[in-house]
């Protein structure tokens, strides 16, 4: 089935930054797919194309990219007549297009955007879920399909708000729930005792969110923050049920080769800052003291050395994810599987920039006996398709944000009406959510 019309627009994300989506029209119909957009974002992350044009929206406009879809990839696609279902040679094609390692001639958000509506009409083409697709695309056709536990940001610091915490996003797993939508049930519980608690102790500002949907109390410290999320798990009635994860996106406080807790102040103390050996002593604390059974980028993806050394001790406590420092990168996985960094790849389809490369990474992590955590961006929009490749993947587990903000929400909807159509045919990972591939 044939591409017979592209085109892009621009639209807005859920921080009212321009995004791009774009539809593709085939004989099944239109279908459409929107970009997300990430604050904290590695350096070697492909390249988001913004206008710079001051004048408008504050440099942050994409149409150059838009431009890209509507004048170069669409003529292009149609030109080359290929079949949707063929997601490695529209993939390529594009990549090809562009010819950069990073994409930068195009930009990956106006790549990425044509190929996840590609994926769609794919799906639509076979007259079969998107998931079901992305699963024969990826070769993942293991039965039952598994519904990933969720990771829910309820509180949110570092350059995700605006409080003195360093720590960006402090999440809670619901490990203990017999299905997805019971595990939203309690996180939604949780949630809001959380948020009551926050705004009794810190003023009723407290209860704002941040850009995923997190409470953005005034704390100043990790326990300080870790005290109060454990409080709410335990009125809400959820111990030994609910656990918690943490990504402090340690590359954003990096400095001078050590780590700046107060970043946020200007005036900060050098004096103060926490090497790399100090730092993950403050983690094996923090482990030891709350019922913490993940940690993503607990070092900078500048301090390799860090991720080395330390890896051993700390993934004997906890899961340790690879966000950064590997950026859904294939060549860059595999270094860091040969440095034996982490046990699990965090996924973001527009770190990389098109899916077929997305599918890539997973199964690069998947050889290594790595777990894959599937994730949304802080700059989110409607879109709901990592849902379906979390599932199509079966990696088992999935960061949408907090239970809150529909464009979070939206991803949540979507696995629960997945869970609900599937029935028997899936299975919750739960506890096993590091286990994918013996589930």
């Not at 044509?114 to 998107?130: E, F, R, T």
């Not at 019971?182 to 809001?192: D, G, L, Q, T």
């Not at 941040?210 to 809400?236: H, M, Y």
């Not at 490369?357 to 989110?380: F, T």
Request: glycine fraction near 8%; aromatic fraction near 8%; include cysteine.
């Amino acid at each position: 089935m044939s591409i017979t019309k592209v085109y892009a627009r621009t639209v807005y994300d859920s921080r009212g930054n321009p995004t791009v989506e774009v539809d593709i029209s085939t004989e099944k119909g239109s279908f459409r797919a929107i970009v997300p957009s990430g604050a904290s974002t590695g350096s070697l992350e492909a390249l988001e194309l913004r206008d710079a044009d001051k004048s408008k929206w504050q440099g942050k406009g994409v149409t150059k990219a838009v431009n890209n879809v509507n004048n170069i990839i669409g003529p292009a696609l149609i030109k080359a007549d290929l079949d949707v279902t063929d997601q490695k040679a529209v993939d390529k094609l594009m990549i090809d297009l562009d010819g950069t390692k990073n994409k930068e001639n195009l930009g990956a958000n106006a790549i990425l955007g044509v190929s996840l509506a590609v994926a769609k009409a794919g799906a639509a083409a076979k007259n079969i879920p998107l998931y079901s697709h992305i699963s024969d695309l990826a070769k993942t056709n293991k039965k039952p399909f598994v519904i990933p536990t969720p990771f829910f940001n309820v509180l949110n610091g570092g350059v995700h708000s605006g409080g003195a915490l360093a720590f960006q996003e402090f999440m809670i797993t619901p490990l203990g729930a017999p299905s997805f939508f019971e595990a939203v049930r309690y996180a939604s519980e949780i949630y809001h005792i959380l948020k009551s608690l926050a705004k009794e102790k810190y003023g009723l500002s407290a209860g704002n969110v941040g850009d995923e949907g997190g409470v953005a109390p005034n704390v100043n410290t990790p326990r300080e923050a870790l005290d109060l999320i454990v409080t709410a798990i335990n009125k809400a009635g959820y111990k030994d049920k609910v656990f918690i994860a943490l990504d402090p996106a340690s590359s954003e406080f990096f400095k001078d080769g050590k780590y700046d807790l107060d970043f946020k102040n200007p005036k900060s103390d050098p004096s103060k800052y926490l090497s790399g050996k100090q730092l993950c002593e403050l983690y094996l604390e923090l482990i030891n003291e709350y019922p913490i059974v993940s940690l993503e980028d607990p070092f900078s993806e500048l301090d390799w050395d860090s991720w080395s050394e330390y890896f051993p001790e700390l993934s004997k406590k906890v899961q340790i994810i690879a966000d950064d420092i590997t950026v859904t990168n294939p060549e860059i996985i595999k270094k860091g599987i040969e440095k034996k960094i982490a046990n699990s790849l965090l996924l973001k389809v527009n770190q990389i920039g098109s899916l077929s490369e997305s599918i890539e990474a997973a199964n690069e992590a998947y050889g290594a006996g790595w777990s894959v955590q599937v994730s949304h961006r802080s700059g989110e929009t409607e879109d709901t398709t990592i849902a379906d490749i979390t599932v199509g993947l079966r990696t088992a587990q999935l960061k949408s944000g907090a239970c809150a903000r529909s464009e979070r929400l939206a991803k949540y909807n979507q696995l629960i009406r997945i869970e609900d159509e599937l029935g028997t045919k899936a299975i919750f990972a739960g506890k096993n959510f590091q286990k994918s591939s013996s589930l």
